[in-house]
């Protein structure tokens, strides 16, 4: 086995993490998509299938490095929001403490000098500089609009990329 069971049952964990973002973002943008705001809604729509695919590779690194699978029970994500702002703080939020719980798994990786967990955990770390920089600009263009130009967001989002 090429993982330690500190370091398995710790990516276990993760791995219920990433699902539960998976699930709060579905509802994010069913309240998105229901307003009707749909470009954020599709943006958050696209979030969901990240955050399940970080799950699965999470799922392929373990099952590779000869771990063991158990996710735990996922929690029911937030249904309802008050409004698009708050909606978007709890994806900033959320991602700020999954970069936390990256970093934890990476020194973890790095106390054990697991070199190939760390190798696959600076992917991660990486990809918490993205989510968490998407989720701040979302967010200050969120409050620049206001709740009463909402559709400005969705100029935004059309213009992005």
Do not use: C
Not at 34 to 57: D, T
Not at 113 to 135: C, G, H, N, P
Request: a negative charge.
């Amino acid at each position: 086995m090429l993982i330690s069971k500190e370091l398995n049952d710790a990516i276990n964990e993760q791995l219920g993490h990433e699902l539960h973002a998976s699930h709060q973002y579905v509802n994010i943008a069913a309240y998105f998509d229901g307003i009707p705001l749909k470009k954020l809604g599709g943006m958050f729509y696209k979030q969901a299938e990240e955050e399940r695919s970080h799950a699965m590779k999470f799922i392929k690194y373990v099952v590779d490095a000869g771990g063991n699978i158990k996710i735990p029970a996922i929690k029911a994500p937030v249904a309802a929001f008050k409004n698009v702002e708050e909606a978007v703080q709890l994806s900033l939020d959320w991602e700020l403490e999954v970069t936390r719980r990256i970093n934890a798994l990476m020194e973890l990786a790095v106390s054990q000098k697991d070199y190939m967990a760390q190798d696959m955990l600076r992917w991660f770390v990486t990809e918490q500089l993205e989510e968490v920089s998407t989720m701040d600009n979302l967010l200050k263009v969120v409050r620049i609009t206001g709740e009463r130009n909402l559709i400005m967001i969705e100029a935004y989002l059309s213009h992005k990329d």
